[in-house]
């Protein structure tokens, strides 16, 4: 079946650093993305998406990037701060259009 | 600080027992999903719910599995007869459109312990 992943686990990173998280998905047909932080203890916190139509946009410190021709998904933080920490995924809307399909998430530790 | 409130945050149950978990949204929205996390993996889609029906449900969502609004405000996940690989964690996830078109919020969860 169809799949999001991520290429790394863990990602350690010193404060004020730049953080880039990578996601992988395999439907060519997906047009919608997500990434969600999830801190210890709490559910998916919404942070930025974006649609096939782009393949850039920028919220507050944070820029996902799409490249559609290889399939590939990126978060990138700026000037990360301890509060940063958490595991990140990025989803995908599936094919029937009501659900999310979920990567495994990357781990963020950010050191002072 | 989430839209939705879950309750309770920790249940623990006896296996074979059936486990109700609520999902308490502050403002109105018209999709609702639950989703489950079972510890270290990744967050899994169970069912989604519109007009008082559900609208998708996964393989994971079987009829061990039910959903329902009793009250026009409460979102209930009942599951009968619970088995120890039912230990994870619940989030329910509200929506104000179609999926392609907002993203979904999550409650911080229901920790479900199956002895």
């Known amino acids: 079946g169809e799949s999001v992943g991520l290429h790394l686990p863990t990602l350690s990173v010193q404060e004020g650093d730049n953080s880039i998280i990578n996601c992988a998905y395999s439907n060519s047909a997906s047009d919608y993305f997500i990434w969600y932080k999830q801190e210890s203890g709490k559910g998916p916190q919404f942070i930025i998406d974006i649609r096939s139509n782009m393949d850039k946009r920028q919220g507050q410190r944070v820029t996902v990037l799409l490249n559609k021709t290889v399939k590939h998904l990126s978060l990138q933080i700026a000037a990360t701060q301890p509060g940063d920490s958490a595991v990140y995924f990025c989803a995908e809307v599936d094919s029937s259009g009501y659900a999310l399909n979920f990567g495994k998430g990357t781990s963020l530790l950010v050191t002072p | 600080e989430p839209e939705v409130t879950q309750t309770p945050s920790h249940q623990v149950t006896q296996m074979g027992q059936e486990v109700i978990l609520r999902c308490v949204p502050i403002?109105?929205?018209?999709?609702f999903y639950w989703y489950r996390q079972i510890l270290g993996q990744k967050v899994e889609f169970l069912v989604s719910f519109y007009n008082n029906e559900i609208s998708e449900k996964s393989e994971i969502f079987d009829d061990q599995f039910s959903v329902e609004r009793p009250d026009g405000s409460n979102f209930t996940l009942k599951i009968r007869s619970t088995k120890l690989e039912d230990s994870a964690m619940y989030f329910c996830?509200?929506?104000?459109?179609?999926?392609?078109?907002?993203?979904?919020?999550f409650g911080d969860g229901t920790r479900l312990s199956i002895l």
């Open positions: 996830a509200l929506g104000e459109g179609g999926i392609s078109n907002q993203p979904q919020h």
């Open positions: 403002s109105n929205h018209l999709y």
